[in-house]
């Protein structure tokens, strides 16, 4: 089905990833209709060019995108598939297996039923700040049941072909026990992480480098509506988190064996080079150049700009602050075979070079 044939859509819900999906959907040539149980978020969202507010005629409507919370899926679904008889109809929740059960119950036909869930959202919420392109490369996940319809499959493919993400297919149960491990479990292990720094004197606080704000910065997300999402997943998250106590009583049991401790390190290594490298494609072991810039207009610009005179290409990078100057610290990521060459560049053009432990 291509993008005529999808439009006009429905979007329910435009907080983050409602409004993101619209404004793409929008971008990409459908008339988008935006629904909001609180108005004034499909406004916002569609005074920054998502949509419009205009109520849809309901016999016309191709397609329903339904972006609410979890405890509201389900009735918003059933509701939906009830109200727009001509339309398939998919949601971005995170979580699949309890919302379908839930649509189960029900008795409804669900033949245009097909739910989706696309990795990718922040820590921020609201229609402020969404953006066509927060599925660009991302991977969106897809999940049809024994009723779907091949044609509603077909849609929801377009639809996350049309936001520019990597459409894969998988069960709902197989997707939500995946989603614990990636992505729940994590969002648990930063909370606690973050908890603890609670109980952190301020002065040692301080001392706080970019490590332990890369750890802590999904537990800024929205405490209420991750609550839903693990009460929606409990039996998953509760399974991975057996797994999880087993490995810190293992560590505390053989803290004081270094042959124990080290075994465990190096696990946690292996873990972080099994996930997929840039590109999907296998882990690099890249090389890090740390160079300080100036907390300034125009700093950065023209770093990048003697990067680039360099012929150096950036893997990848972060930033970091100091916490009494005002400097920051780039660590630029390169492949190891040009980062001596990218050190001589930056000390020639002038600038400090910093060790990323000392930086960092």
């Not at 190096?266 to 972080?272: A, K, M, P």
Request: hydrophobic fraction near 45%; include cysteine.
């Amino acid at each position: 089905m291509n993008e005529r044939e999808l439009s006009p859509v429905l979007v329910i819900g435009t907080g983050l990833v409602g409004a993101s999906v619209a404004h793409a959907l929008t971008a990409a040539g459908l008339t988008v209709h935006l629904r909001d149980l609180v108005p004034s978020h499909a406004q916002v969202a569609a005074s920054r060019g998502a949509g419009t507010t205009d109520e849809p005629d309901a016999d016309a409507v191709r397609l329903v995108v339904v972006a609410v919370p979890p405890t509201a899926l389900a009735g918003t679904i059933a509701d939906a598939l009830a109200s727009f008889p001509h339309a398939t109809v998919t949601d971005v929740g995170s979580v699949k297996g309890t919302v379908l059960a839930q649509l189960r119950a029900t008795g409804a036909d669900l033949s245009r039923y097909v739910g989706s869930h696309p990795m990718a959202g922040s820590q921020r919420v609201g229609p402020l700040t969404a953006s066509p392109e927060l599925f660009v490369d991302r991977t969106w996940v897809i999940t049809p049941h024994d009723t779907s319809a091949a044609h509603a499959v077909l849609d929801v493919t377009e639809v996350a072909r049309l936001c520019r993400a990597r459409s894969v297919s998988m069960g709902a149960a197989h997707h939500d026990e995946a989603v614990a491990q990636v992505s729940h479990l994590p969002h648990l292990v930063s909370v606690l992480m973050g908890a603890r720094l609670t109980e952190v004197p301020a002065e040692h606080l301080r001392l706080a480098g970019q490590g332990v704000r890369d750890v802590t910065r999904i537990a800024g997300s929205d405490p209420l509506l991750w609550r839903q999402i693990l009460d929606a997943n409990s039996a998953a998250v509760r399974s991975e988190l057996a797994v999880l106590l087993a490995d810190l009583q293992a560590l505390v049991d053989g803290f004081d064996d270094p042959d124990v401790l080290t075994a465990i390190l190096e696990r946690g290594r292996e873990g972080t080079r099994a996930l997929p490298g840039k590109h999907g494609t296998a882990p690099v072991d890249y090389a890090d150049v740390v160079i300080e810039i100036p907390d300034a207009p125009g700093s950065l610009a023209r770093l990048f700009r003697d990067i680039e005179a360099a012929g150096v290409n950036i893997e990848d990078l972060s930033i970091d602050h100091d916490n009494s100057r005002e400097v920051g610290f780039l660590s630029v990521k390169v492949t190891p075979d040009r980062a001596e060459l990218l050190r001589a560049a930056m000390t020639d053009a002038g600038w400090t070079l910093r060790d990323q432990d000392a930086a960092l």
